[in-house]
Every structure is written in C-alpha cells, then in structure tokens.
C-alpha cells in the first residue's frame, strides 16, 4: 500500500507541475503593462486552477479503486487528497469572487520616477500612480545624472556635479559609488562645468559634455568606467555646448535656442535639428523622433519637425517653470519638473494636454529638479518589441 500511495503521489505532483506554470506565467511585457492586466491575470489564474482541478478527478477515480482509506484516519492518502481536493475547490471560489469585484480602471504599475536636485542629496521616489516611495541618497549633490541597465539584472545611475566638477558611477541602486574623474584630471582643467551625461550601453562608459573658461576645449567627454580616472575627448564643439541626450545612436545636444545632432559613431558632423526664438532648457525624443523641450520662458513645446512647433505650456511671467523634461518610454507621457514645486506636470505627447499632476515629495521641494525614469522599463519594451 505504501509504494502504491507513493507512485500516485508522484502522479499528482505531477499534474501540479504541469498545470501550475499557466497560473503564474509572467507577461512579457510586464514592466510596460497594458490596461486591464489585472483582470487578465486573475482570469488567467482561475482558467489554470480550473484545469488542475479537472485533473484531479481521473486521479481521484483511481486513488478510489486502488488505494482506498482502509480506516479513518487523517494521515490516509485519499483523505489528504480529499481534503486538499475540497481546499482548492474552495480557492476557485474565492478567486472567482475576487474576479467578479476586481476594478476595471485599475492603475497599472508603469515603474519609478526619480527627482534629483542639484541642491541636496536627496533622491524621491515615486510611482506614476501617486505612491511616493521610499528615496535614496547620493554621496553628494546631482547636477546631472544618466540611468542604465547594468550586469546584475537591476539598474545603476552615473551623474556629475559642478562646483567642483566631478563625475560619480554607483553601479546599483544600494553599491558603493566611484569617483570617475574630476576637475583636477587630465586633460580637464578647474574651469570644467558639466552640462550633461548619457550612458552609452554599447562601450559601457559615460559621456559628458562640459564647457570651460577657455571654449576651445569644450565638447563630450568620455570618462572610462572600468579603468578610471581615463578622460577622453569624443567631439569638440565650437559653442555653448549645453544638455545631452543618445538616442537611436544620434548624441543631441542644446546650444541656446539650437538642438543639434550627429552620430555617436563620428561618421558625420553636426546637424541643425530646430532652432527655437528662447534658450532651451531641457529636453528629451520621443519614438517618432520628436523632440519635446522646456525653455527659459518657462513654456513647454513639442518640436514636430519642418519648423513646426506645438506648444504645450504657455510661458510663464518669471520663467520659473519647466526646469527637466522626461518621457516615460512606456506610454510616452511627458513629465516636467518644475522650480520650487513638489509636483510633476504630466503631458500628453498625441493630444499636446495637460493630463495629470504628480506628487513627488511631501518636503520642501527643489529650485534644480531633475527627473528621469526607471531604466527597466526601457530595456524591457525594447525586448518586447525586437
């Protein structure tokens, strides 16, 4: 009796094994969720219990014919089974009621978003539903910063400060943070000011574009994050080099009211991709190639190409407002962080409307935020849609 209560004790794990996946089987696109994924799942999960369910019964058929409980004891194989069959009959039930009354506008998850300020140490945390999470901080104060996918399966974050310049990798979100070089190394000089970072996932260093007292040296520089302080120039530019973006292998950079661009891989020269009436502040790409930008007027525009300009946000009297811009790259939205406001501004990139507020700290807020996203999210429907 013993060795047959053990074969059919195989048999049912079996079942399970081969069952169970359906019920927990991740999405392929979770870290970008589409609407009604919470239903989807539960409805997922009740159609999984339901078919270990129906195959129990011709195991219950046979532990009846085979294996009966010869007395009534509780340690029986069948009364175990019996027992765990009437349990999960009952967790289809619940499930079922849970489905019935879940909601359909259920927020999706849709990540982090990341304030920095270039005043403090502090890092808030908040999700796109409006749940302030728990923040970090930096070792010191963030001017400006560049969000990656590292080896370990998380995020990193690189980012520079001024005043001395100096260029910092924490390579996880909890590791110990680097110093890449400063000011002080070669072929830097103490004049140095950072005015943007971007990762490059291909070579694995950062790039940062910095502008000196003496404008012949300014340009990108690539700081080595393996051998480290190893500095190199990667183009010089004749300008007031400002903020910068890689994206679809193109360095974007902002001179006053100019955006230009040109291959990361040196193979052209710099190209004119908008010039606009103010200085611009911030900036970030959509997918289609357009570019969304905040300027010292404190407006927000969408440049959609042929000198054509929607604006988003009108200018305010002091120019106070749009100081960072960031797309969420799961659903394009734009976000804008603002001076001296706790709250993001949410726009829509196809409608060109304000669609929401976003709460990011319950402290004093900042008079140099930036804001930039959770770089899984990315990386994530980037896989999805190879």
């Not at 195989?10 to 079942?15: N, S």
Request: proline share 5%; aromatic share 10%.
């Amino acid at each position: 009796m013993a060795s047959s209560s053990n074969c059919l004790l195989c048999l049912f794990l079996a079942v399970l094994a081969t069952q169970a996946p359906l019920a927990i089987k991740a999405q392929s696109n979770a870290s970008c969720p589409q609407p009604g994924l919470l239903i989807e799942k539960l409805v997922n999960l009740t159609t999984a219990l339901n078919n270990i369910n129906n195959s129990l019964l011709s195991i219950s058929d046979l532990i009846e014919e085979q294996c009966p409980c010869v007395d009534n004891s509780s340690a029986c194989f069948e009364t175990r089974f019996s027992n765990f069959k009437t349990a999960l009959d009952e967790l289809i039930g619940d499930v079922s009621n849970v489905t019935s009354s879940a909601p359909s506008d259920c927020p999706d998850r849709t990540g982090a978003v990341f304030v920095a300020t270039c005043d403090g140490t502090d890092v808030a945390v908040v999700d796109p539903n409006g749940v302030i999470q728990n923040g970090f901080n930096t070792e010191t104060n963030v001017t400006g910063w560049a969000f990656y996918i590292n080896n370990v399966g998380t995020y990193g974050f690189d980012y520079f400060r001024n005043d001395p310049f100096e260029v910092r990798c924490r390579p996880t979100p909890d590791g110990m943070e680097v110093l890449l070089g400063s000011a002080s190394d070669d072929p830097l000089t103490t004049s140095a000011v950072g005015r943007g970072i971007f990762f490059d996932p291909d070579t694995g260093n950062d790039y940062v574009a910095i502008t000196f007292d003496n404008a012949t040296l300014n340009g990108i520089y690539c700081f080595n994050r393996t051998v480290f302080p190893v500095i190199t120039l990667l183009f010089s530019y004749n300008g007031d080099i400002g903020g910068i973006r890689l994206d679809g292998g193109f360095v974007y950079i902002i001179d006053g009211g100019r955006i230009l661009r040109r291959r990361l891989n040196g193979t052209d020269d710099w190209v004119e991709i908008l010039f606009h009436s103010a200085n611009v502040k911030s900036f970030d790409v959509l997918d289609n190639g357009q570019v969304v930008f905040t300027d010292t007027s404190g407006a927000v525009y969408i440049y959609l190409g042929q000198q054509t300009f929607r604006q988003l946000k009108r200018p305010t009297r002091d120019g106070s407002c749009g100081f960072s811009c960031a797309i969420n790259p799961c659903d394009s939205l734009i976000y804008v962080a603002n001076i001296n406001d706790p709250h993001l501004e949410i726009y829509n990139a196809t409608t060109f409307q304000l669609v929401g507020l976003l709460t990011y700290t319950m402290s004093n807020p900042s008079p140099c935020p930036s804001v930039a996203f959770d770089p899984t999210l990315w990386y994530e429907f980037v896989k999805m849609n190879q």
